[in-house]
């Protein structure tokens, strides 16, 4: 059985304590942290950049998964790479050169993450996946948390068979919940980020209640 991780997105955490926030969750049993950076551009809505990145890196002990919702990527792969990110997904519906965009990702020392919208078919990733250490699934249109999940079964499948026995992440990106998240495992996704399901309840001073989430998911 594949093991799988669960990576808290902090866009549903604290803004006020990221820091805090990223040490409680690793603290309750998180695998990765997923950080959400979003332009106003690519998608509607606007978090934070680089330099935020770089200031959580030190809080994070284990893998920050670092998911851009921007276009252009390619001018801001080296601060993200040296903003910390272990893991960098660039979507491949933000730009024409999401060929050259992993190249430079794994150039900058980055595992290369490729994400996929919902309207985007598995086949968009099938000449890029010796480019590729992650499958980046969106079961939500990006942009805004708390969303209601949409069904990729079929496209997860489909993307296990294409990766066969290549080292590649299969992640999914939205409305994962205790619900939904047996559904993608079982698909092949190995990777759940989950944002409002791991951290509703809970907050730094009392933060019991994430461990519970990231266990019931
Ligand atoms: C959506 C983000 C997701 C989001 C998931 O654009 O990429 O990572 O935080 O949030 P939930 O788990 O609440 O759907
Ligand atoms: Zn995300």
Same mark, same amino acid.
């Given at each position: 059985d594949r093991k799988i991780k669960i990576a808290p997105s902090i866009l549903a955490a604290d803004f006020a304590n990221f820091g805090a926030e990223c040490a409680a969750v690793e603290a309750q049993g998180a695998d990765w942290v997923h950080v959400d950076v979003m332009d #106003? /551009?690519?998608?509607?809505n606007i978090t934070f950049g680089p330099a935020t990145c770089a200031a959580i890196r030190p809080h994070i002990k284990g893998v920050m998964d670092v998911h851009l919702m921007i276009a252009p990527v390619d001018p801001y792969i080296d601060a993200f790479a040296k903003a910390g990110a272990d893991v960098l997904t660039a979507h491949v @519906? !933000?730009?024409? /050169?999401i060929h050259r965009t992993l190249q430079a990702i794994r150039a900058a020392g980055c595992k290369a993450g490729v994400a996929l919208n919902p309207? $985007?078919? !598995? @086949? !968009?990733v099938a000449h890029l996946l010796d480019l590729t250490d992650l499958v980046c699934v969106m $079961?939500?249109?990006? #942009?805004? #948390?708390?969303q209601k999940f949409i069904d990729m079964t079929a496209k997860v499948k489909t993307l296990r068979q294409m990766i066969g026995d290549r080292p590649i992440h299969i992640e999914i990106d939205g409305g994962m919940d205790p619900n939904t998240a047996p559904l993608m495992a079982r698909a092949g996704a190995d990777v759940l980020v989950a944002g409002s399901a791991v951290f509703?309840? #809970?907050?730094?001073?009392?933060?019991a209640p994430y461990g519970a989430n990231i266990r019931a998911i």
């Open positions: #106003g /551009h690519f998608v509607p @519906e !933000a730009g024409p /050169h309207g $985007t078919p !598995a @086949e !968009a $079961t939500v249109n990006p #942009g805004f #948390g708390g509703k309840g #809970g907050s730094v001073s009392d933060p």
